[in-house]
């Protein structure tokens, strides 16, 4: 390889930050991240008539259970696998004004500094999730897997391949997407660990 071609390999490889933290971060509490997706994905699964019609009230209960779900995982990965943290750093942010103000200067000044950075990780995040997406979509539709669990009772007659479609995203995309977005908002605005990286041991 040459020298100028492994340089940028260097250099991307280096800035994909919080992509990485990301990825990481997903690997460490994948327990954790697979238990709210399903309960975000059955719930969609029922929505959608999966296991046959349900009645509106159950329709609306399951909207709060599932976005109830994804707000969960979104303190968690806030305060770095501390749901305490996480909801410390909600109320900080709206009830201390003096720090909200400096926390967004900082944010405005890193993405000013690290647009690059930025951009990379945003296009290298984007390639991820749509390769997710292309293999969710083939396996709903250029497979048997839809057809097999409606004549094995699983899903009902009546159901679309919205059901798998919906249910696979909320165990990768959709998590996925939300664990890079909460932690580019942490590392734009400067919040690191001793060491320097994206908090902490934990991540």
């Not at 109830?68 to 410390?88: E, H, M, N």
């Not at 969710?136 to 009546?158: N, P, Q, R, V």
């Amino acid at each position: 390889m040459k020298p100028e071609l492994a340089s940028i390999f260097q250099w991307i490889n280096s800035e994909l930050e919080f992509l990485k933290s990301a990825l990481k971060f997903l690997k460490k509490h994948a327990f954790t991240i697979t238990i709210l997706g399903l309960i975000a994905g059955l719930g969609r699964v029922i929505q959608l008539g999966g296991l046959g019609t349900i009645a509106y009230s159950v329709n609306i209960i399951l909207e709060i259970v599932i976005n109830s779900a994804r707000i969960v995982l979104f303190i968690y990965v806030l305060g770095f696998a501390d749901i305490r943290i996480g909801f410390g750093r909600v109320k900080h942010f709206f009830t201390n004004k003096r720090d909200r103000k400096e926390s967004l200067l900082t944010a405005w000044h890193n993405l000013k500094e690290k647009w690059a950075s930025v951009l990379l990780n945003f296009i290298f995040f984007g390639l991820i999730a749509g390769l997710l997406n292309y293999l969710i979509d083939a396996l709903a539709y250029e497979t048997c897997l839809f057809l097999k669990l409606k004549e094995g009772g699983i899903l009902s007659t009546g159901s679309s391949e919205w059901t798998i479609l919906l249910f696979f995203k909320n165990l990768s995309v959709i998590p996925f997407t939300l664990i890079f977005e909460v932690l580019f908002i942490l590392w734009i605005a400067g919040i690191r660990n001793n060491a320097g990286a994206i908090k902490n041991k934990d991540i």
